[in-house]
């Protein structure tokens, strides 16, 4: 895949993801300001009960297919529709197994698990969801490794809009009146949204798919054993992020809120401060997205110098921009609070998470390498390290110090795990990490910039902008400046692009 080809598969993917990514914060907002923070937070958990199955039931449909048709597409004379057709034998027959349960035993999940009996319904409808996702898992990975953005990115949006759109409805007319519960209209929108996805991907893979006469390089039981440790990483992040995700509400009770309280702090949590701070991270998104296949068919190939390249450019340039991006949390973080949430209480822990953003968007992509890398056992001892910091902490500061304990749990689990990986990304790929070039210079270019506008703020009027525009205004200054004082930083220090690769020949 060349330069050229990974430049505007990013783009658009990033255009896409910006797009989704903005409407999502609006129908957070419309939400939260028509329901109320409390049911924000009700349907948050919900949400994150919805993923926890998707990834149990589908087994990580998209991560195996993409990854293992990459490979095969990698290797000279394979047959990358068999890889795709073992995709959907392996995740299927799971994915049946687990709706099947949760549909018989729909009552003792809403009632004695997750505590609201109303759930019942919701949760049934959802069992029925659970094989659509899985299907269009392995049709997104398809086009993944095929390289195909456009119809991956396409259905997510289709998918979207359709969940969105439905859901907004409903909030208006319907769940405001009272005629339907919020948990229906989540599980109703969500089920409308993954169907109109599937039928997209399925045209557009009637009309994409290439035929193949060739054997396949691997059976299907090698697939399955090759999948199995994608499957455990992905389960081991599910349980321990929804296992996180479930203490909050349970850690701020213990604090001294009450129910309605502790719900209403997660809902703004999880539907406007976490939003907002990953806003800006969809070109790494979209990067990591690429990065998989594009690693995992290097690795068929045995491409070593050409593994070491990309990963050494894309860490740097994740630095500078996550460091900028993290500049301009600190320093706006009040103002996006209170034109999202209405308050200040968002703004006040948006800045507080301020210096965890960088870590957050490393994560990203390091994990993107790790995966493309086929390191899965890695990444999962690494996600039960980070989640058994998250937990621990968060289990021992918030009832003590309140929703700032959450705050200390990000920026503790962030700060170690991403560490980790780093250093092991370096080790396998033997790339030369620069904390010049990566750290220094990025750091330095950031406060200079920012305060070299912050300085003309007063003489150029920016006060005289209303509180939406300023932020805007001094961001794209600053990131220019930025971006000029880094060229000339790295001119000074003649820091290079090129690659040191200490063990050229160190296979993977």
């Not at 129908?27 to 949400?47: D, E, H, P, Q, Y």
Request: with cysteine; glycine share 8%; net charge positive.
């Amino acid at each position: 895949m060349n330069r050229n080809k990974i430049v505007r598969d990013t783009i658009f993917l990033t255009a896409v993801d910006f797009a989704m990514q903005g409407l999502a914060l609006m129908l957070n907002v419309f939400i939260t300001r028509k329901l109320g923070s409390a049911a924000v937070g009700a349907i948050s958990l919900m949400g994150t009960f919805l993923n926890f199955t998707g990834i149990i039931s589908s087994g990580n449909a998209y991560l195996c297919s993409s990854r293992l048709i990459s490979e095969e597409i990698g290797r000279a004379g394979g047959n990358p529709n068999r890889i795709y057709r073992y995709s959907l034998m392996y995740s299927m027959p799971l994915c049946i197994v687990v709706s099947g349960c949760i549909f018989a035993f729909s009552g003792l999940i809403s009632g004695n698990i997750l505590k609201t009996p109303e759930l019942a319904l919701p949760v049934k409808i959802m069992a029925f969801i659970l094989p659509v996702n899985t299907i269009s898992c392995c049709l997104r990975g398809y086009f993944s490794a095929y390289r195909n953005v456009f119809s991956g990115a396409i259905s997510s949006g289709v998918e979207f809009l359709v969940k969105s759109g439905m859901f907004a409805m409903f909030a208006e007319f319907y769940v405001a009146d009272g005629k339907i519960s919020v948990f229906m209209a989540f599980a109703l929108s969500m089920g409308a949204g993954q169907l109109a996805g599937l039928v997209y991907l399925v045209v557009c893979h009637l009309k994409y798919r290439k035929k193949y006469d060739t054997k396949a390089s691997i059976g299907f039981r090698c697939f399955v054993l090759t999948s199995i440790p994608i499957m455990l990483n992905s389960i081991v992040t599910s349980v321990l992020s929804s296992v996180n995700d479930a203490l909050v509400p349970l850690t701020l009770k213990q604090y001294g809120n009450s129910t309605e309280q502790a719900l209403s702090q997660f809902g703004i949590f999880e539907a406007i401060i976490i939003p907002a701070l990953f806003f800006p991270s969809g070109i790494l998104c979209s990067l990591s997205a690429i990065l998989i296949p594009e690693l995992s068919r290097e690795r068929g190939a045995d491409n070593m110098k050409k593994t070491a390249y990309l990963t050494n450019r894309v860490l740097r340039q994740t630095f500078s921009f996550s460091v900028f991006a993290a500049a301009v949390f600190l320093y706006f973080g009040n103002e996006i609070g209170l034109l999202m949430s209405g308050d200040t209480f968002a703004g006040k822990i948006i800045r507080i998470l301020a210096p965890a953003v960088p870590f957050i968007y490393l994560e990203i992509i390091l994990e993107g390498i790790l995966k493309g890398m086929g390191r899965h056992s890695f990444s999962s001892l690494n996600y039960l390290v980070e989640y058994t910091i998250r937990i621990s902490v968060l289990l021992i500061c918030v009832p003590l110090f309140g929703f700032y304990g959450i705050v200390m749990s990000y920026l503790a689990s962030n700060i170690i795990c991403n560490t980790s990986r780093i250093l092991k990304i370096i080790s396998i790929t033997g790339i030369r990490f620069s904390f010049s070039d990566n750290i220094i210079i990025p750091v330095i270019s950031a406060l200079c910039s920012m305060q070299t506008v912050s300085l003309l703020e007063k003489p150029l009027h920016f006060e005289r902008v209303s509180i939406a525009v300023e932020p805007v205004i001094f961001t794209i200054a600053a990131g220019f400046m930025y971006l000029g004082l880094q060229k000339v930083l790295h001119k000074i220090t003649d820091s290079s692009e090129e690659i040191s690769v200490n063990r050229v020949n160190h296979k993977l």
